[in-house]
């Protein structure tokens, strides 16, 4: 079984065309659709309709006060032996 997502537009007769190449050719095959309805791109969710806290990308922005990354030491691990 192959999964292909794709976003195609609905004309204005309410009918949804679709051409998918699949790769094979003189086979039958069970095809699944499910759609769902997209909101228009112009009407973009602010950060708090999307779950983030009030000015949480203005109080963090910028914040990180190593420069360049440091990777501090880890510690101790457990050597593992290799899976067969």
Known sequence: MQSIKLRSRVGQDGILHLE?????????????VIYQPLEPS??????????????FF?????????????????GEYEQREPLE
């Open 58 to 74: 203005e109080q963090t922005a910028g914040c990180l006060q190593d420069d360049p990354l440091v990777r501090y030491p880890q």
């Open 20 to 32: 998918i190449p699949v790769g094979i050719a003189d086979r039958e095959i069970e095809v699944m």
């Open 42 to 55: 112009t009407q973009q969710k602010t950060p708090e309709e999307l779950g983030w806290t009030p000015g």
